[in-house]
């Protein structure tokens, strides 16, 4: 299996900041990866495919970069709807996800 | 617009199994795999295994092997998931999600497991 690492687990952010969130595949994975959303109690909601993909729908402060292990998510400027927990998914082979990141606004 | 609605709340005893099922709808039901993930309270997502709803070729994650079926009915554009030998460990919440970016997702469903 590949496995993904992303990090912070944490981070606390004030409105308007540029936060970076980082993940790991511990395999190349090329360009396959996503990353998702989620609120408490909610269902995950796909922000980016294909490492710097836009959903449809998704606010441009979201970006993504990144090919082979390394990846990158970053919103350019923090707002308080973006609290929530964030995670990565290699979809390369059966799917794995990181761990998660959660962005709390301070 | 395309919707994925989830069968409701399921409690099981020790060693039963559970039949989670979720309708698609608003789009062609044969055109996109299903992902199939779950989510133990407080923890991080899972992914369980795929199905592809127009052959009915399945993958399954090797911690499921054994254990899981995934299912469809085409007529009813609707995919199923079974866990079977259901143990405290498998309480989560279950989610159906459509195709390999997961696009869009069902509400969940929660199977709680418990004596």
């Known amino acids: 299996d590949i496995q993904m690492t992303q990090s912070p687990s944490t981070l606390s952010a004030s409105v308007g900041d540029r936060v970076t969130i980082t993940c790991r595949a511990s395999?190349?994975?090329?360009?396959?990866l996503a990353w998702f959303q989620q609120k408490p109690g909610k269902a995950p909601k796909l922000l980016i495919y294909?490492?710097?993909s836009l959903q449809s729908g998704v606010p441009s402060r979201f970006s993504g970069s990144g090919s082979g292990t390394e990846f990158t998510l970053t919103i350019s400027s923090l707002q308080p709807d973006d609290s929530a927990t964030y995670y990565c998914?290699?979809?390369?082979?059966?799917?794995?996800f990181g761990q998660g990141t959660k962005v709390e606004i301070k | 617009q395309v919707q994925l609605v989830q069968s409701g709340a399921e409690v099981k005893k020790p060693g039963a199994s559970v039949k989670v099922s979720c309708k698609a709808s608003?789009?062609?039901?044969?055109?996109?795999?299903f992902n199939w993930v779950r989510q133990a309270t407080g923890q991080g997502l899972e992914w369980m295994g795929w199905?592809?709803?127009?052959?009915?070729?399945?993958g399954y994650a090797q911690k499921f092997q054994g254990r899981v079926t995934m299912t469809r009915n085409t007529s009813i554009s609707t995919a199923y998931m079974e866990l079977s030998s259901l143990r405290s460990e498998d309480t989560a919440v279950y989610y159906c999600?459509?195709?390999?970016?997961?696009?869009?997702w069902g509400q969940g469903t929660r199977v709680t497991v418990s004596s």
């Open positions: 608003g789009y062609t039901f044969t055109t996109y795999d």
């Open positions: 294909k490492a710097s």
């Open positions: 998914q290699q979809y390369n082979s059966f799917p794995t």
């Open positions: 199905m592809n709803p127009n052959s009915g070729n399945t």
């Open positions: 999600a459509r195709g390999a970016i997961s696009d869009y």
């Open positions: 395999q190349s994975i090329t360009s396959w």
